[in-house]
C-alpha cells in the first residue's frame, strides 16, 4: 500500500499578522500520488491458481491410529454395520484374590447413538478366548473362530433406551470370580458385547465393575466398584464396503471403522519456492447420503503426508457452508502447499472424520470423477519469488 502525503495550508490572523503554515500528513487510503516512487521491477505479481485433484480414493484406517485413544465402548447394528464392545478388568489386587464374589454387574452410561434412537437394543455376553488390544485389533480379529466362547453367557434385552441413561447388565458371577484368580493357566481376556438388535448402534461411556462379595474372615457383604485401565475398553466397527473403496465420484470418510479420502495434487504448475499466500481445498458433499450419530461433528481434518506416511506435521480443520446435496467444507491447506513446493513432504493429503475415534458417523465427499461443478478445487494464491 502506497500512503498519499500533501500538504493542508492553514490561513489565520494572529496579531494583525497573516501567518501561512504548511502542516504535512498521511493518509492511509491508497492514490496516485507517491506510486511512482516504487520502481515497477520492484513490485511483485500475485498470481492464482486452481488445482483439480489428480486421484483421490478412499482407504480403510491401520485399527492403531483410531482405537488406540478411543474412550467409548458401541454395540448394535445399523445397516451393513455393526459394533461389537470389548471390556476388560483387571489389576484388581492381592486383597481381593481369595473373594467370593455374590453379584457383578457391568454399569454402562449411554452417550450417542446411530440408526433408530427409539430401536430396540439387546445384546450378548460372551467370554473372551483370546488376547486383544484395541491398538491392533480389528473387526477381521473379532471374526476369527475361537475368539470368544460358545455359547453366550447371558443375552439382555433393554428395550428402547436415550442416550442419557444408565444400564446394567449382570454377569455371570463364576467368570468374573475367575478373573480374580487369573494366572498363566486361567488368563482373564475379559468380554465380548455382542449386537443382537438391528436399527439401532448405541454408545457408552464409564465402564464400571461393581461387585458384593464376602471378604476372607468376614460373614457380611462388602460392595466395591472398579473401572478398566486405559486402553482396556472400546469397539470395533464392520461391515465396510470395500468395493467403495475405489470409487472417485463419492469418497467414503467414516468415524468408528474407519475410513479416509485421500486426494493427490500435481503442483507443477506452481513455480519453486513460490510465496504461498492462501490455499484453500473446497470439498462439495451430498448431505442426503451421510450417516449421522447424534454426537456427530460436522468438521473433516486434512492431515500432512511425507515419506512415514500421514503425520500430524499439518492438520487442518474444515469450515463449513451450505445444506443439503450443496455442502461445503473447506480446508485451509496454505502450510501444506509452502512445504510443497520447497520438496518437503508428498503433495498427497489424508482426509478424516474429525470424530474418527468416538464416532460412527459417515460423510460423503464428491471425488476427482463428479461431474464438473462438484470435483474438488484447491484455489491457490502466491507470489513467484525471483532467482
Known sequence: MVRKRHSVLLRFLALGIGIGLHLGGCVNEPGPVG?????RSDLLQG?????????????????????????TIAVGKKGAYEAWGLVLFT?????????????AELRLKTSFHLGDS??????????????????????????????????ARSTHDFGSIGDTADITIALDTALVNSWFRSDTTNPNYGIVLEP???????????????????PSGSSDADTVTFTPA??????????????????SVLLHVRAGAASRAVMQFDISGL???????????EIWADESLFDRSSNMQDSLMATFRDELGFIPRFEALSSVSGSGSAKLYTLNLTPFVQYWVQNIGIPEIGIRARNE?????????????????????LRILYTSTRQ
Open 91 to 103: 489389576n484388581f489386587g492381592s486383597a481381593y484374590d481369595s473373594i467370593a464374589v455374590q453379584t
Open 35 to 39: 506510486s511512482g516512487l516504487i520502481p
Open 196 to 214: 443382537i438388535n438391528s436399527s439401532v448402534i448405541k454408545g457408552f461411556l464409564n465402564p464400571q465393575l461393581v461387585i458384593t462379595y464376602i
Open 357 to 377: 475415534r468416538n464416532g460412527i458417523e459417515a460423510f460423503m465427499l464428491h471425488g476427482t470423477a463428479a461431474i464438473e461443478p462438484l470435483k474438488p478445487r
Open 230 to 247: 486405559i486402553g482396556n475398553y472400546g469397539f470395533v466397527l464392520g461391515g465396510v464396503d470395500t468395493l467403495a473403496l475405489q470409487d
Open 118 to 151: 427409539l430401536g430396540q437394543f439387546s445384546l450378548a455376553v460372551r467370554k473372551a478366548l483370546a488376547t486383544w488390544t484395541r491398538s491392533t485389533f480389528a473387526y477381521t480379529n473379532l471374526r476369527e473362530p475361537g475368539f470368544y466362547e460358545e455359547p
Open 271 to 281: 513455480p519453486a519456492y513460490s510465496a504461498i499466500h492462501r490455499a484453500l481445498l
Open 47 to 71: 498470481d492464482s491458481l486452481d488445482i483439480i485433484p489428480s486421484q483421490s480414493r478412499s482407504i480403510l484406517v491401520i485399527p492403531d491410529t483410531v482405537n488406540s485413544l478411543r474412550t
